[in-house]
């Protein structure tokens, strides 16, 4: 049996769902802004009508994966 997903990834699923882009979609449109802190990130991503909770999560990931502290 799979062990369930923890942590931010733990999002995933609902940012998908409730805002209709795929997770990999999301990191794309971050890819740009790879070189910026980690609010300004957030920020960029609530442009786009993400909640905060679920933009900050999205950000962790993309920068644990992706390079950034």
């Given at each position: 049996m799979a062990e369930?997903?923890?942590g931010p990834k733990s999002y995933f699923?609902?940012?998908e769902a409730k805002y209709g882009k795929s997770i990999d979609e999301w990191l794309e449109?971050?890819?740009p802004h790879a070189g910026e802190k980690h609010m300004e990130q957030v920020a960029f991503l609530k442009e786009?009508?993400?909640g905060?909770?679920?933009a900050n999560a999205l950000v962790h990931v993309f920068r644990a994966e992706h390079g950034g502290a």
């Open positions: 369930p997903v923890k699923p609902s940012i449109l971050l890819r786009h009508g993400m905060h909770g679920h």
